[in-house]
């Protein structure tokens, strides 16, 4: 086993198929006391889930509604569907280890969905008084929990998709102004984190702080 810097596995569509600007994933982990690979389809989950330390699953594509029981509603684009397998695949190897995991963006609502929630798939024609949550900065406010301290923070947003129904376990702490779901956590899990902003695009509160609570409980791990 490894010991020192822990090395954390993020996933992704294909290695010649990277989430965009994906060195910043990697940059983030570094900073934070870290090292990171990316991990693709085509590689065994068990094998993957215990050769790393902790786990990332990053921005990508719409996930398919069929995931949560329901037909394609609005125009979305759907994920790579082998992506989505692997990552499911994954998800239930490392929940049986107890191994750290960060979802980002759809990482989050990928995760909200292996743990039975729902999404919204288009928030401003689903979700009445809905900020535009594409492209713009706006607020949050961050409830208790285990990993971010309480306040409002201004975080980026890129997404048209959120979380509705929260999944099995699943604990949101953190909302826009519009009550959507920016930030949750699983309950009676070492580490469990989504988040739906960028924190990897942001070195400001609360994102560097997020990582290296990452990277601190992936090290634990060794």
């Known amino acids: ?36 690979i990316y991990v693709s389809p085509g590689t065994a989950a068990k094998d993957v889930s215990r050769s790393c330390d902790g786990f990332i699953i990053p921005g990508g594509r719409d996930p398919d509604p069929a995931l949560y029981s329901e037909r394609e509603l609005f ?55 809905a900020l535009n949550h594409e492209n713009e900065m706006h607020s949050i406010t961050v409830r208790d929990n285990p990993y971010i301290s309480r306040g409002e923070f201004v975080v980026n947003s890129c997404h048209h998709e959120a979380v509705k ?24 899990y070492g580490f469990l984190l989504g988040v739906q902003w960028h924190p990897e695009r942001m070195q400001s509160p609360p994102g560097a702080t997020l990582f290296k609570e990452f990277v601190e409980a992936s090290h634990d791990q060794q």
Request: aromatic share 10%.
């Open 1 to 36: 086993m490894r010991k020192g810097v822990p090395l954390i596995g993020i996933t992704c569509r294909d290695l010649d198929d990277l989430p965009a600007r994906p060195e910043l994933y990697s940059e983030a982990v570094e900073r934070a006391g870290g090292s990171s």
């Open 75 to 129: 125009e979305i684009r759907i994920e790579d569907p082998r992506r989505i397998s692997f990552e499911f695949a994954l998800l239930h190897e490392i929940i049986g280890l107890q191994k750290p995991v960060l979802g980002i963006c759809y990482g989050m609502q990928l995760i909200n969905i292996f743990f039975g929630g729902t999404l919204y798939q288009d928030i401003l024609a689903q979700k009445a008084y």
């Open 165 to 188: 129904d929260a999944g099995r376990g699943i604990i949101p702490f953190a909302f826009a102004s519009d009550g959507l779901t920016e930030a949750f956590y699983l309950e009676k």
